[in-house]
């Protein structure tokens, strides 16, 4: 049974009991097609049951030239801090691989698959099937999480994945023989549901919850009766968005069987022939990103801070005065700390101007009066009335310095007294925003553009929810990462009156950016939409390359969308530098 080409582009689950053929059906009715289509393929393997993908069935002609890290067939050998590296090649090549686990310790395939996961949704932008065997290990129900750091961060991060990683290019197919133990928030997001043997009640029943949530429970009913009697090899294909149930026996598979269980006294032979693989430019690319994930590796950084505070210690304890290199190294902390105190400096001037504006509102009210006092600094209007405590309409936000939150824009259209009848505050922002793209002539603006206007981070859970709740509604058309108001959410967004220019678009930007940013910034808009090194930006911008506060405001520029960086490069993005305008 062919699985159909649109369920491949979402997420897909095996269920079976062990010696059920799960696997083996996983190769052949998705792996080994998309493999031959050259798809993008990893799997995370923490059985070797993998590397067979190389040889043919009958291990005598080559197979599929599959990359294996790790394991007793590697190409490549795998240690448990190469996972943040390894992820940095997946995501940035087209690199059929299998990364097998096998011979790690539970901890240490733990904070392998951790950083892996982590370093793949930074990194990966195109479409990438993850096939992950075992699945219940890698995210598991019940409590064991919530006792073990560990595996809570590896969890989080496989479900990050799975619930929020479809926009990212990510198709997860999962493998798992208990799905009852399979934690429910990854099992839920399968589009296709491929059942073979179950017999144990309670992992029928996690199928049953899958079948509540994505199919019809009148069908359900006769695949639910019929899952402790299925051989071998057999089982239910259920793609209930393209119109597909059926009761299949899966193929046999065109490669060698590396996951079969030899009888007892027989052993399995191994191929003669496997696929070759070019190891020189993967083996060089590994090198370069692990020496990068050690140099940023948070215990080693720890490690030399620790040191270098012993040295200052031992130095301020030594009789003789300072050396030259000593003089240097303190007046560079002396330029850091004030850069710190600047910044500290606008932040107290902020409060202080909000301590001023509640002053004039406890005023008015003392006068009897009732005012509202619009401030850019504010994420939202205050209100006082008569006899009514201050009423902050702040939607749950504050003035937070850092990477985590926006400061809200200044609008760059006139403000409606209310959202349009039927939609939220952060609704009408995104839609006024959209507006105000269109108006500089971007009709289908990326969603860090978008989010940039309309006061929010462009890769958060916030926007992500946001978005989805405007595509649901129809206001919004959502397509490889770029967004377009519908006829309906045009209508319901403000009108905009502003002349669209590359100047009144950095202009926008700078307002709604803290003193130190825009010295970054006015160094960006100068040199256009060309790369710069970071060294070279931070020194025009008056600010030390190599030190923590740079870091700082290169990490709020990327978060803010502005930015991305790459190996020592900064690149603006199209929020700065939009096509077609001058």
């Known amino acids: 049974m062919r699985i159909p080409d649109k369920a491949l582009t979402q997420h897909i689950v095996f269920v079976g009991k062990t010696g059920s053929g799960k696997t083996y059906a996983a190769k052949a009715a998705v792996v080994e097609p998309l493999l031959e289509r050259k798809a993008r393929v990893c799997i995370l393997d923490p059985t070797g049951a993998w590397w067979g993908l190389k040889s043919s069935a009958s291990g005598k002609a080559a197979g599929f030239p599959v990359v294996v890290f790790g394991g007793d067939h590697a190409d490549v050998p795998l240690t448990a801090n190469m996972g943040a590296a390894l992820a940095e090649l997946v995501a940035g090549q087209n690199l059929p691989c299998v990364i097998d686990l096998s011979d790690m310790g539970m901890g240490e395939k733990y904070g392998f698959v951790a950083d892996f996961c982590e370093m793949l949704l930074r990194r990966n932008r195109q479409p990438l099937h993850l096939i992950i065997d075992e699945a219940d290990e890698f995210a598991p129900q019940g409590a064991g999480a919530a006792k073990d750091p560990k595996l809570s961060t590896m969890l989080n991060r496989v479900d990050r994945i799975v619930r929020r990683g479809r926009r990212l290019g990510f198709r997860c197919v999962l493998i798992s023989q208990r799905p009852a ?3 429910k928030n990854v099992l839920t997001q399968a589009a296709t549901l491929i059942a073979m043997r179950l017999p144990a009640p309670q992992d029928r029943d996690a199928v049953k919850d899958w079948i509540t949530g994505q199919a019809d429970a009148e069908q359900g009913k006769a695949v639910l009766a019929s899952l402790s009697k299925l051989d071998r090899g057999e089982g239910w ?20 069987d590396s996951g079969a269980t030899p009888e007892e006294g027989e052993s399995v032979p191994e191929p003669t022939t496997l696929a070759a693989v070019d190891l020189s430019a993967i083996e060089g690319a590994l090198q370069a990103a692990t020496a990068e994930a050690a140099a940023n590796d948070p215990k080693a950084l720890r490690a030399e801070v620790a040191r270098l505070k012993a040295e200052l210690a031992k130095a301020q304890r030594a009789p003789a005065g300072p050396t030259p290199k000593e003089i240097d190294a303190l007046q560079l902390a002396l330029n850091e700390a004030n850069d710190n105190r600047r910044w500290l400096a606008d932040e107290l001037a902020y409060h202080q101007r909000a301590i001023d504006a509640v002053r004039e509102y406890l005023a008015a009210l003392a006068s009897g009066g009732a005012r509202t006092l619009e401030s850019p600094q504010w994420p939202d209007s205050i209100t006082l009335r008569p006899g009514l405590a201050p009423i902050f309409n702040t939607n749950g936000q504050s003035h937070k310095k850092g990477p985590a939150s926006l400061p809200a824009p200044q609008s760059p259209r006139p403000a409606r007294a209310a959202p349009a009848e039927g939609i939220s505050k952060p609704i009408q922002k995104f839609l006024d925003a959209l507006a ?10 990326t969603v860090a553009q978008v989010a940039f206007i309309a006061g929010y981070a462009p890769n958060s859970g916030t926007t992500d929810t946001y978005l989805s709740r405007m595509s649901t509604a129809g206001l919004i058309q959502r397509d490889r990462g770029t967004l377009a108001a519908t006829e309906a959410g045009q209508a319901a967004a403000n009108p905009v009156e502003q002349p669209g220019t590359l100047r009144t678009l950095h202009e926008h930007v700078r307002a709604n950016l803290d003193g130190p940013l825009t010295k970054f910034l006015d160094v960006l808009t100068k040199n256009g939409p060309r790369e710069i090194l970071a060294a070279d930006l931070a020194t025009a911008a008056g600010y030390t390359p190599s030190s923590g506060t740079t870091d700082t405001y290169l990490s709020r520029l990327s978060t803010l969308g502005l930015i991305t960086r790459s190996r ?3 690149i603006p993005t199209e929020v700065l530098f939009p096509r077609g305008l001058r």
């Open 181 to 183: 133990v399979l934690h």
């Open 237 to 256: 294909v259920w793609f209930p968005e393209g119109g597909v149930l059926t009761r299949t026996t899966f193929p046999r598979i065109r490669t060698f």
């Open 436 to 445: 105000w793209w269109r108006s500089v002539g971007v009709d289908r603006p």
């Open 568 to 570: 020592g490069v900064v």
